[in-house]
């Protein structure tokens, strides 16, 4: 019998949500196309218009604002392309913590490009936003995200709207994922354009959606169709934006429940912490989402630590999961200041909707495991911190006490 196995990076992706899959199974069902006018394109376009008001909703933004796309990274290429197209942009500022999906797409303009520096703990430092903002002439466009996706800190987006507003700069927010983790509002953070993807917050994988300030000039970077009210050609994903809409409603509904994950989050590193006092929660003195936890310990490797939790039934990752296929230095930990021999120990945890108290448990148990082989590798004996006094680590089998 196959031992049960424990999920614990829902920040690469989370469970696909019951209702997102009845959703997604029962427009299946549907044959019409939704720019079709008989009955059956009529059905399916009802079906589309009502995810788009769901996820407008989560967003705290209006349907006609919801473009929807293929998923985060399609939302992030279209955004910077409007940029530059049409709304004037000649210049880009990106945060030294951005996912890379919108560092390359900013890169990929060709647009002069400066990088926002960030504080120990991964905080967009809005003092040198404002230096950047008057270093160079012609309008600008920011890109700074509301929350990481490796250390989950939350940045102070609605200062820094408004520290480009105020030098008539455009500001662009990655809100990947902070959606049904974090309350959104489009409308009050005053961003003019916002990202969202739909398998973060339990849709199918396939389906996201740029959010456009209404009035805001755009110019489609998907051409050839009418879809999208001429802004993004090409047949609609009937199936995932139906799914993207039954978890925009359910995680909406869901919030104040979410938001408890920090009490598994929190008991997790205090247990760490009681057996391995040199472990490091990475930007954990910032705000941070309620799910997440960036770990490390100067004795652990991440690639052998991911490999023996693996084996062990769990699963977590070493950062975005978009850069994987091998474990390489994070960058953004590199933005933090974080030491190389820190940073390659580093793992990120992340709890989500069907996280259970026993899976923090499980993980505490087997990341300890690999701490203590490390440190007897490294001719540390239990018990000894690294200095060589006695105390620092507890026996593993008090882990649950």
Same mark, same amino acid.
């Given at each position: 019998?196959?031992?049960?196995?424990?999920?614990?990076?829902?920040?690469?992706?989370?469970?696909?949500?019951?209702?997102?899959?009845?959703?997604?199974?029962?427009?299946?069902?549907?044959?019409?196309?939704?720019?079709?006018?008989?009955?059956?394109?009529?059905?399916?376009?009802?079906?589309?218009?009502?995810?788009?008001?769901?996820?407008?909703?989560?967003?705290?933004?209006?349907?006609?604002?919801?473009?929807?796309?293929?998923?985060?990274?399609?939302?992030?290429?279209?955004?910077?392309?409007?940029?530059?197209?049409?709304?004037?942009?000649?210049?880009?500022?990106?945060?030294?913590?951005?996912?890379?999906?919108?560092?390359?797409?900013?890169?990929?303009?060709?647009?002069?490009?400066?990088?926002?520096?960030?504080? =120990?703990?991964?905080?967009? *430092?809005? #003092? /040198? +936003?404002? !230096?950047?903002?008057?270093?160079?002439? @012609?309008?600008?466009?920011? &890109?700074?995200?509301?929350?990481?996706?490796?250390?989950?800190?939350?940045?102070?987006?609605?200062?820094?709207?408004?520290?480009?507003?105020?030098?008539?700069?455009?500001?662009?927010?990655?809100?990947?994922?902070?959606? =049904?983790?974090?309350?959104? *509002?489009? #409308? /009050? +953070?005053? !961003?003019?354009?916002?990202?969202?993807? @739909?398998?973060?917050?339990? &849709?199918?994988?396939?389906?996201?959606?740029?959010?456009?300030?209404?009035?805001?000039?755009?110019?489609?970077?998907?051409?050839?169709?009418?879809?999208?009210?001429?802004?993004?050609?090409?047949?609609?994903?009937?199936? =995932?934006?139906?799914?993207?809409?039954? #978890? /925009?409603?359910? !995680?909406?509904?869901?919030?104040?429940?979410?938001?408890?994950?920090?009490?598994?989050?929190?008991?997790?590193?205090?247990?760490?912490?009681?057996?391995?006092?040199?472990?490091?929660?990475?930007?954990?003195?910032?705000?941070?989402?309620?799910?997440?936890?960036?770990?490390?310990?100067?004795?652990?490797?991440?690639?052998?630590?991911?490999? /023996?939790?693996?084996?062990?039934?769990?699963?977590?990752?070493?950062?975005?999961?978009?850069?994987?296929?091998?474990?390489?230095?994070?960058?953004?930990?590199?933005?933090?200041?974080?030491?190389?021999?820190?940073?390659?120990?580093?793992?990120?945890?992340?709890?989500?909707?069907?996280?259970?108290?026993?899976?923090?448990?499980?993980?505490?148990?087997?990341?300890?495991?690999?701490?203590?082989?490390?440190?007897?590798?490294?001719?540390?004996?239990?018990?000894?911190?690294?200095?060589?006094?006695?105390?620092?680590?507890?026996?593993?089998?008090?882990?649950?006490?």
């Amino acid at each position: 019998m196959t031992a049960k196995r424990v999920y614990m990076d829902h920040n690469a992706t989370t469970t696909l949500r019951p209702e997102a899959r009845a959703a997604a199974l029962a427009a299946m069902e549907v044959p019409g196309n939704p720019s079709s006018v008989h009955a059956e394109g009529r059905a399916a376009r009802a079906i589309v218009e009502k995810a788009r008001a769901e996820v407008a909703r989560l967003a705290g933004a209006k349907p006609a604002e919801v473009i929807f796309t293929s998923g985060g990274t399609e939302a992030a290429r279209t955004a910077f392309h409007a940029a530059g197209a049409a709304q004037g942009v000649t210049r880009l500022i990106v945060s030294a913590v951005e996912h890379e999906a919108v560092l390359a797409s900013a890169t990929a303009t060709g647009l002069p490009l400066d990088i926002l520096p960030v504080d =120990g703990e991964g905080r967009a *430092d809005l #003092a /040198a +936003l404002r !230096a950047l903002l008057a270093a160079r002439p @012609g309008k600008a466009l920011v &890109a700074l995200m509301l929350a990481n996706n490796e250390t989950g800190v939350i940045q102070p987006v609605a200062e820094a709207v408004g520290i480009a507003h105020e030098a008539g700069a455009l500001f662009l927010c990655d809100a990947v994922q902070a959606a =049904g983790k974090m309350p959104l *509002d489009f #409308a /009050a +953070l005053g !961003a003019d354009m916002m990202l969202l993807g @739909g398998h973060k917050i339990g &849709a199918p994988m396939g389906v996201g959606a740029l959010i456009l300030r209404d009035g805001l000039p755009f110019a489609a970077l998907a051409v050839g169709g009418g879809q999208e009210a001429r802004r993004r050609a090409g047949s609609e994903n009937l199936v =995932g934006i139906a799914g993207f809409g039954a #978890a /925009a409603r359910v !995680a909406l509904d869901e919030l104040e429940t979410f938001a408890t994950l920090h009490l598994l989050r929190d008991e997790m590193e205090a247990k760490i912490a009681s057996h391995a006092p040199n472990a490091i929660f990475l930007g954990s003195s910032a705000e941070r989402l309620p799910n997440t936890s960036y770990i490390a310990a100067p004795e652990l490797d991440a690639e052998t630590l991911l490999m /023996a939790l693996d084996l062990d039934g769990i699963a977590v990752s070493a950062g975005a999961a978009c850069s994987s296929g091998k474990v390489g230095r994070p960058r953004v930990l590199d933005a933090m200041g974080v030491s190389p021999d820190l940073a390659r120990a580093a793992v990120r945890v992340s709890f989500g909707w069907t996280s259970k108290p026993e899976d923090v448990d499980a993980f505490v148990k087997s990341w300890l495991r690999a701490y203590e082989r490390a440190r007897a590798k490294a001719g540390i004996g239990a018990g000894m911190n690294m200095s060589g006094n006695a105390g620092a680590s507890q026996p593993l089998a008090s882990v649950e006490s």
